[in-house]
């Protein structure tokens, strides 16, 4: 994505910088905990933000392996996180210092033809950049362009863990998952992978009521959670195995809505193998290889599939929703750490499945 | 597709039942017009039609390469036609013997789950049936289930030739392409194979008033008439080229709507590579094989997919217009035959770049 | 409505027809429980039904009240109802005798164009005419015409009391209220009007999960119900006083959807005036004479406004969630009686706020 | 409207400003073509304009009876128009000095709760402003405030009247006639009123093919334009004999789309008189005073009503339409006068009956 200067960094002051602690991320395999020029107003529709709360997504463990080479060496990570506004530029209208904030995962110029079309996604000058093009929110402070429409306002004593979840995963589920695979009161619902996207995806379901919604996953731990968030059957099952349970469930009719929520091959198959005449297969997932479609079998199956990265369009929303404790977001939330604590964090999520772990959350009690 | 004996057809009685005249599937590469005997009522809700336009689809010739093995030997080929009713079951309440009715493709029983949300190509005892599993319309009488929610009503001094197109390409392309597709004003539209279906789509999609249609494909004759017939930009290209001919045409954008009219993996390829980030790929062909979709690119690229057997929800509207001379389906006939030259009116279809054919009728003048 | 001759009754047969026992009305303020002849099938596709649970509705007080003058004296009233398929005519597939049905308030034909685009409420043989032009369901048996698509299937042991209310209410109420409406996630809802069809709005925009639903009515105890039912606000007042305190709640920016659920001006105009830019007004009141429309104000406040005879098309979805316990009709019932006693309920209901009857079921035990 | 301080005008700096022609209101029945202080950047998000086409609306008349009370004397008047940037403040991207521009009558500040979900009419911070709460566009130079989303870059070469109608009447018989109306192919049309706003909902409706567009209007000479533009059927009729004829134009069915264009009680009726079932009335209108909605007739016949103020949403599509030759805004131009003759071209405007004048351009050729 080419990004206009807007969102570039300019080289560092020669005047000495206030520093900051960051997990920085150094190739392949290596990350750091470490002092970084504290970040500065570069451009007037810029904010700086003293972040409070931040979280680990699975995007960033991808990152650490290396599957994003559009991340360099050197980045601060993280694309989650809330925090207070400590500084403005002359033109960002809508946040002052001390306001507290919630940080978009996707950063929107607010006028773009896609800005005005609602796909902030996919913004010329935004899209998904901070802990990716330009530096992150695992950090003691971080620089937000566009400001006046990237950040939201929260109030002072909104419960932090909840809303740090509100950054990245469930709008996406929501988006992903949920609009796009138009899920609607009665729907026979299921989701495959029960992991923390698959789990924001079943908790955002619900707002549509479905009559059903299916689990698929492997990890049982997993599936408990999900049993204890409202699925309403689980499918510990992979594969064609995964398939006939599903089919099994829906007397044969298939699922109305078939979320992916891996990123697999695999995974796409079976929402590809479940889903009914007339059905939805909604991916969320991000895919590192190319799937096969079978059109032979689906050409005649009247089925839409989606793909999105998210838009956070539904962020206020979300937001409204969970202020009125009508969502729970911070229900995935099973580790908390102090911000300094960031290596044992990584440590922690890294290992997911040993560790049970869903959203693992850093706060700066700083 | 299991169906209920609604639709099977009872043995010949044993008395002496009127014959007529067939085009019959004898198995791959073999057919034959000859004498069959008349069908009569079998259920109440069935209806007996005097052929007087009828036409060849491309998916009778699959039939006759074997590729559809759910057609047995025997079979009377045929989905499309325009007719006189003959003779109706009592359950029969909207048509009378003398009405003139245009055939629908789809066979919908109205009253279960699918019909009753409009997706008649899934009926539990209909869907394509015709020339299918039941004895089809190239023949001077068809036996025509479910009549009341199967047939249309036509005005007696209608045009047969445009209302024989009303049978199944013309909303074929409509829904499965344009209506699937979202096309809307001011879109930019590229549709990839320039036979009927794809020029169908073309004519369709200007109900929608889209900026730009780029119709792809290599045959130079089709090219010219989708250009006589609306064409905003024609590419003469296959794969890589054509990807790069139709990005340049669109500024790197990528189109808003890619129809994929041919159904091989060759040009759904081209597709999924010029469609625009938010677009849609709007599946219309049937496929024999699976295909490789680029998720790997894709999943971040907001598109939708779609397929669909058609469910002939638009035929009453495609009527009106075609009345109303503000579509003209006739504008793809290319050949006109007797009825009785239906041997020698395939042997051109099957020859259909070499004659130039892009409908070829067939007229009952007895 | 002018209707075929489906639906009409033929004269009574000479023969001593079998009698069953029938609320009759007999004109303004007149009604009685009395002998009628036991109705058989006319039609093809008639089913005559044995009512197991019927309920009375609103608009059965309107007619005794004379409002309805299509009802003519001698008619049996009643539109909603749960029973035993008792006999079926030849043209029926769906119903065999023993089944299970519940009976839908709505007729629908199944083959008109208004029934073909899910517009059954405007059935060119059908629509309203329980207990309105023909026969209704406030007797031991009736006569459904087009049974194949006016009845829906249920299991032996569903609660008929919670069915019963699927007849009319709770589809009327989501369709013309909800789906209407278009409410959402996070959205402000106002529900002008408690009564039964107020509560039942109430019920259903829970499946959206909206932020916010205000019920505004005086009457307290329906409020108290209202808020055991999950009303998150309560406006005990009526006209102005209602509007300020709606105002007030939404911090002046009115709400999303305001659903007016009476049928009166003062209600109408209260949601007129808390609707926000953007909004919409849902009309599921059965008004009898016209409103005043504040164009002069409404002209550039972007909303929209709708109105519905029900059309039962969600019915199949309601009864799912109704069986899968997702949806619980039967809070709204207070009052149960045989239906032997039908004289007596029509007493209890029809002095609802003192005996704070919200539905009054009758139930046949014989 | 409260607008906050980015709007407002700054008093008169003191140091001698550069002086401009502007058409001036000076309260009811008052104008003048005087002598005003060119406009300068107050904000940095503003731009200023050479305006070099300019148009009289409807809206202006109203203005001048004193009809549009927060209109204050001294306003300089005209919300349409195309030109040059003049100037920029520091906040502007995306426009620079010298690119030719369309302004938009809704400025819309990008960032607000409204703006974000494309209801730019009701911005928090704009809106329509221009000749009505801060200077117009009927003069030599405008201020446009955040011009970055109340702008649209136009090709040098463009045909300047047929942007100018882009500016308002266009995007508003569009997004108020025929998005609002949910107009769609073969549907049956009425638009009653065929002054300018009538028209070009006209000209817009086509986008979707409809099968009939019915105009409705005793202005003989609008009827005929009306013809020429695409109109099937014209009814030069008001009131009962306007609905009657609509009535039997339909076979009494009523029609799909009821589009009101004129904004006073009666035509308001006839719209609610030839809505058929399940239909739309689409409000263009601006209304001075309350109409009469005969709920007691239309509780019962499924329709939508809606209203709007112009979002300008759509002007990038029509723009794009209108570049590429498929929309002709300029067939509706029937005057055009040199800027300096602003006051006659009004005397023109005033007379529009008389002058047969659609629309009246202002072009300025210093």
Redesign the interface.
Known sequence: MKKSE?LLERPASVTKAATMKALVFHGPGRRGWEDKPRPVVQQ??DAVVRITTTTICGTDLHILKGDVPTVTPGRILGHEGVGIVEEVG??V??FHKGDKVLVSCITSC??C???????Y??CEDGGWVLGHVIDGTQAEYVRIPHA??SLYAVPPAADEDALALLSDIFPTAFECGILNGQVK??DTVAIVGAGPIGLAALVTA????P??IIMVDVDENRLRVAQSLGASRIVPAVGEEAVRAVKAATHGAGVDVAIEAV?VPAT?DVCQAIVG??GHIA?I????????????K????????????V?T?ST???L??TL?R?LEPRKLVTHRFDLGEAMKAYDTFSNAARERALKVVLQNRA
Not at 113 to 119: A, E, L, P, S, V
Not at 206 to 209: E, F, P, R
Not at 285 to 296: A, D, N, R, T
Not at 298 to 309: D, K, M, S
Request: proline share 8%; charged share 20%; hydrophobic share 30%.
């Open positions: 807007t007037p529709t002359t033109g209208s809508r607010g006028t033809r896609f800005c005005r079309k609602g796909m996604s996919h006046d429409t009161p009665g619900q707002l549509y009521s009559s059903e990123g796409f005449p007339g991916n997932g991000v895919h590192g290889s190319p799937v096969e479609l079978h059109l032979e689906l050409w005649a199956h009247n089925i839409t599939l989606t793909t999105r990265l838009d369009v206020p929303m979300l409204d929703l009125a009508k």
